[in-house]
């Protein structure tokens, strides 16, 4: 959270100047946009942060103390533009608004401002702030006894969900959230997520929690809304507080507290949704991730939708095939479904235009939304017709909350809407009073223009102008040429000289200015009055909108699932309360998805019945073994989310706990090193993990010692297949492990196939039965351009200790590396020699010296230890 330097002392300030100083005093850690007219003016320290944050000129306006007060600016109609720039930079704002209209003022005091908003990473509302497709969450965090209450609101939309968790869990409970801010205590240690803390944190006690949130709702008790423990309410409690704050008081509409148990969810941890880029991809884009790849919504809210299912997948299976039952059936009716589709592509976000009205900050196109969300509601009703799984009956009773209200708004509001009230958002004919008005002014304009047209005849003038001045009313302009003879009437004054001519004005002039100033306050503020009792109407309906708009979210996700599904290249899984995990042509949908066009994704089965529940998978570099891993991990996922996956055909026995440990990485900033992570992540899936878990783990003890990294690995795979007893898939380049079949009896050994060709090897993508010879790491060094010396004293090496590895490894004493009688150094030198040699690449003549340099070596080693023909 970045904060502006501290403002000076007040003491000598000007008026107005003291209204900034009361402002900032109040918000000390936010930047002050202080409305000075048509600008956001910003001041002192604040003044000096916004300037190099947004790129802007930093000035000066008078002086405080003695010293210049530094100023800069950003104009009303584009601060939207500006806070979003601010808000990504860690700032937050305290907007400062005049309170009073300096027409209407009287008086030499400065005109009266408030703080009206604070706006915040997590109180985010308009949709030039936020994400269309992303949830934006404020999380409050209140630790007690080992185990932390979460609450955590979506002002955009009006979520509020809590949960309590195990403080081990806390860490999956914020990868599941990404929340945009957090409200914890300053000991709550937030990983990597303490860049979204929030500055301040105050939390109720239980009792005061729980009464002031049933206020919120108008609740006799919070037990009305469900079982919460006291943490949970001291965190809703804190939300609350905190949403109230920044809206000035305000709350907006808010669905009343939902407290979500720990069943019911597969349970992800922090590095597993990192490993497998479920909604963000590691460098923090969407692109190239689970969501890119299967998003097929029209809506913003249907995308927002989908990215929920996959963020927490669901894990029971009657649950999972409601979700599956729906989309089938719009697979099966395409005409309903063509329908749906296009009456879901007009339909706007209901949800956010809704949060927006409820605290004053919507316009006419949020009301519209309200109006064209009913109409596609009601399309989309329609639409459903016939018997209906309950997943669809459900949605379909939701569709059409409140038809009278979607009338009303089609009568009221024009179409299209505009942007601001003042640009005509009542259709003319709805308001007998306001047409009237609108009618006069109208009128009234017209008469200037014949005005002009009199006056050009009366003066002799034809070039004559009436035109509306912002501080002189309408007025007569005249080019230079004839302002003298303008001035000979007696009944024009002259107001004002111009470079190019004068302004004049005139008695009838200033009383039909008055009358048509006068006749348009009077249209505006029935057009106001008119649209504030259309917006009161809205709310007061706010459950049942709000039910629609979910409701369409859902189906957009369903029709979504539905379109994945039409290529028949994704199938619905069968998913079982059991442990099967059977996968036949399996595909990673977000590779499949980037080599779209360019090649063909080579599709591999995976079968973890419960006698053979632990693969192991060798193979060389670069051969798929982690794309296989990550793709059975994204196909569980995609399974119990309740949607298609991308295979000939799946049986998917609920997995209660997923984790993925493929690729490496260190943690500097925290001081460990990438084996030191990938410790501590083994550690979690060993403390963690059970029966009914799937576990794919890429290359356990790479990162130390060959010795070290083996016994590692050893372990942790006779941890996996007697202690955990889970599915799992375990890729290793330690092919030695293969030969504990016996000793593990559900073990089984894979490889990824690979075919050597004229001294390359060529990657077929392919995962067999067996277990691989070699890692061909020389192979891939030489395709990654390491330069071709290096490549060949890498092989001469890699020969030497491979023949060395026998004595190397005797020393551990483990059955597993029985080894022959060690080869003698002379023996060492002539296999290096030959497997130095690329006889293909060889002259006649090079060949010849290699033989001559090879049959010294003979020479030299004594008879008993030369190479015979079986070596």
Not at 320 to 339: K, V, Y
Not at 628 to 643: E, V, Y
Not at 770 to 788: C, I, K, N, Y
Request: proline letters at 6%; hydrophobic letters at 50%; aromatic letters at 4%.
């Amino acid at each position: 959270m970045s904060l502006p330097r501290r403002a000076p002392d007040a003491q000598g300030a000007t008026p107005a100047m003291l209204q900034w100083f009361a402002a900032k005093q109040s918000h000390p850690d936010a930047l002050v946009f202080f409305r000075m007219g048509d600008f956001y003016e910003l001041f002192h320290g604040d003044a000096e942060a916004a300037a190099a944050a947004l790129d802007i000129a930093l000035t000066h306006r008078g002086e405080h103390n003695g010293e210049p007060i530094p100023m800069c600016g950003v104009p009303v109609h584009a601060a939207d533009a500006y806070l979003l720039r601010l808000i990504r930079r860690g700032f937050r704002v305290a907007v400062a608004e005049q309170m009073e209209n300096p027409k209407e003022r009287t008086g030499k005091a400065p005109i009266r401002r408030e703080v009206v908003r604070l706006v915040t990473p997590g109180t985010l509302t308009e949709d030039a702030l936020l994400e269309a497709g992303r949830p934006n969450l404020l999380l409050a965090l209140v630790p007690a006894g080992g185990r932390v209450g979460a609450a955590w609101i979506d002002v955009s939309t009006g979520l509020f969900e809590t949960e309590e968790v195990a403080a081990a869990e806390l860490p999956a409970l914020l990868g599941r959230l990404d929340a945009a801010e957090i409200l914890a205590p300053p000991d709550l240690k937030l990983g990597d997520w303490e860049r979204c803390r929030a500055p301040e944190f105050a939390a109720p006690s239980p009792g005061t929690a729980r009464r002031r949130v049933a206020e919120a709702f108008a609740a006799a008790s919070l037990d009305a809304f469900g079982a919460f423990a006291d943490a949970e309410a001291a965190a809703a409690a804190a939300a609350l507080d905190y949403v109230r704050a920044t809206q000035a008081g305000k709350l907006p509409r808010l669905s009343h507290p939902v407290p979500l148990g720990p069943a019911g969810r597969m349970e992800l941890d922090a590095a597993t949704r990192a490993s497998l880029e479920i909604l963000r991809a590691r460098d923090g884009g969407t692109a190239h991730t689970l969501l890119s790849a299967v998003q097929r919504t029209a809506t913003a809210a249907g995308a927002r939708k989908l990215a929920e299912w996959l963020s927490a997948p669901l894990s029971e299976a009657a649950a999972i095939a409601t979700r599956q039952d729906g989309w089938s059936w719009l697979l099966a009716n395409p005409d309903a479904t063509a329908r749906l589709r296009s009456a879901l592509r007009a339909a706007p976000d209901m949800a956010r235009a809704l949060a927006r009205l409820s605290l004053g900050r919507g316009g006419p196109r949020d009301l519209a939304a309200i109006r064209d969300g009913l109409r596609a509601g009601q399309t989309c009703a329609e639409a459903l017709a016939g018997p209906l799984p309950e997943f669809l009956a459900g949605i379909k009773a939701a569709l059409v909350p409140v038809p009278d209200l979607g009338r009303l708004l089609a009568r009221a509001l024009a179409d299209p809407a505009p942007v601001r009230l003042d640009e005509g958002a009542i259709a003319p004919g709805f308001d007998g009073e306001l047409d009237a008005e609108r009618g006069f002014r109208d009128d009234s304009r017209r008469v200037i223009a014949g005005l002009q047209l009199d006056y050009a005849q009366k003066y002799g003038v034809a070039s004559l102008k009436i035109r509306h001045h912002a501080q002189l009313g309408y007025v007569i302009e005249a080019p230079a040429a004839s302002v003298e003879k303008l001035r000979a009437f007696p009944e024009l004054v002259l107001r004002q000289g111009m470079a190019n001519g004068a302004r004049f004005t005139v008695p009838e002039l200033s009383d039909l200015d008055r009358r048509i100033s006068e006749a348009a306050e009077r249209a505006a503020a029935r057009e106001r009055a008119v649209f504030s009792a259309l917006c009161a109407k809205a709310l007061d309906e706010s459950a049942g909108l709000a039910a629609c708009a979910d409701a369409l979210a859902a189906l957009d996700v369903a029709q979504s699932a539905a379109r994945l599904a039409e290529g028949r290249h994704w199938c619905r899984p069968v998913v079982s309360e059991d442990t099967e995990f059977q996968v036949e042509a399996g595909r990673h949908p977000v590779v499949e998805a980037a080599l779209a066009g360019v090649a063909a994704f080579m599709p591999n089965d995976v079968s973890l019945a419960p006698d053979r529940r632990l693969l192991l998978l060798t193979g060389p570099n670069m051969a798929g073994k982690s794309t296989f891993l990550r793709q059975n991990a994204l196909i569980a996922i995609l399974a119990q989310a309740g949607l298609p996956v991308p295979a000939a055909a799946a049986r998917i026995g609920v997995v209660d706990r997923l984790f993925s440990r493929v690729g490496a990485a260190d943690d500097l900033a925290r001081g460990r090193s990438t084996f030191m992570v990938e410790m501590t992540e083994t550690a979690s899936i060993l403390n963690q993990a059970g029966p009914r878990s799937l576990v794919v783990v890429d290359e356990i003890g790479r990162g130390t010692g060959t010795l070290d990294g083996l016994a590692i690995a050893w372990a942790v795979l006779e941890a996996l297949h007697n202690a955990v007893r889970c599915r799992a898939i375990f890729a290793t380049h330690f092919h030695e492990l293969a030969q504990l079949t016996a000793e593990l009896p559900r073990l089984a050994p894979h490889t990824m196939r690979v075919k050597e060709w004229k001294h390359d090897v060529v990657f077929l993508h392919e995962v067999a039965p067996g277990a691989a010879g070699r890692s061909w790491g020389v192979h891939v060094a030489r395709l990654a351009g390491v330069p071709a010396p290096v490549v060949k004293r890498a092989g001469v090496l890699l020969a030497a200790l491979e023949q060395r590895a026998g004595r190397l490894t005797e020393a551990a004493s483990l059955p597993l590396f029985a080894a022959a009688a060690p080869a003698t150094p002379e023996q060492d030198a002539l296999r290096a020699a030959l497997a130095a040699i690329e006889p293909d690449r060889l002259s006649p003549r090079e060949a010849l010296d290699e033989l001559y340099r090879l049959r010294r070596l003979i020479a030299v080693a004594p008879d008993d230890q030369r190479l015979t023909s079986r070596e």
